[in-house]
């Protein structure tokens, strides 16, 4: 089975999409298919690569409009790519990915992994509107991460027939504590000292709700505060802390490497997604963090966050945008052990059932095969949940 990703960036450029794209990419290559990912480059040249045995292909950027990348190579390289693709797997929304998709109608059949809704760019909507509907009912099959994002989202619910619900997944065994990793994270509790410590990681984005988070730790004088992450929104949540006067409980880790991430989990009590908008349709932080055994407090959207942590289950949910609601819980959390370690063991537990890397990649091969009109392969995964 020929496969092409095709997405805006990808490895060595970091995120929740781009991990993902990789994590399909090299397990699809793994199980003997042929994969290519055609991407952009951060520059103006076009680079043929192989990383970590995956064929990509970043075609030169010409520009940005509302933070997709404009590649007019793109155009090109998924005409060629795509002569002989099996099935061309798209990542939305980038809108400049399916309009490509549109004009060129590359590969046998389409498969759109729909992430997330566009939720604040509401100039980009307008014209991307039209042209999405169209790639969606062109798309032999539509993607989810979970069955709650589908019910809210007003270009998923008229499609329900071609939806099908494939988990993200992580590897649970890399967050399992190692001694080097456990050793780095006694380090990292001796720097941020011995209160209860509250992770967020993640790309400081406008609908993260890191500045509802300075707000709930600014009224919970019981816990600090660990950040991980940069992004455009890191002055103004840097300038918040020094407003509230906080600089000597909220701590800023800035950018942390994939190899070092484990260790601030095991540093952690509790994490923390404060998110504030649909455009966060799961967070894989979200699986990081359980399958590290942290109990999580995250907000309802709405979408996937409240399917994979499930309120008193394996953590706690709050409203969005309500500091007072996150720092009770925060509160709560702080001041019960206990329940923190049950709440914990439930959600490490959860991540090994349901969303694993073998569970993901069978999920997503039993759909190409589906689409392929194809057999299930032995040992496929026959759970569509």
Known sequence: MHILHVYKDYFPVLGGIENHIKWQAEGMQARGHRVHVLVTNTARRTLRQRIQGVPVTKTGRQFNVSSAPVSLGLFQELARLGQDADIVHLHA?????ELAQLLVRAGRHTVITYHSDIVKQAT???FYAPFLHRILDRAHAILVSNPRYPQGSPFLRPRQDKIRVVHFGIDPTRFQPTEASLRRAQEL?????????????????YYKGVDVLIQALALTPEV??????????EGAARALVRQLGLAERVHFAGHVADADLPAFYQAGDLF???SIHRSESLGIVLLEAMASGLPVISTELGTGTSY???NNVTGLVVPPRDPAALAQALRRLARHPEQRAALGQA???R???AFSLEQMLDQTERVYREILGESPARGSGQNML
């Open 272 to 274: 923390v997604l404060p």
């Open 308 to 310: 994979v942590n499930q």
């Open 124 to 126: 980009l909507l307008r």
């Open 347 to 349: 959600a490490r537990q």
């Open 351 to 353: 991540i090994q059932e």
């Open 93 to 97: 929304p980038y809108p400049p990915g």
């Open 224 to 233: 600090q505060g660990v950040i991980v992450g940069t992004g455009p929104m």
């Open 189 to 205: 509790r001796r720097r941020f000292g011995p209160a209860p410590l509250a992770l967020f990681v993640g790309r400081l984005r």
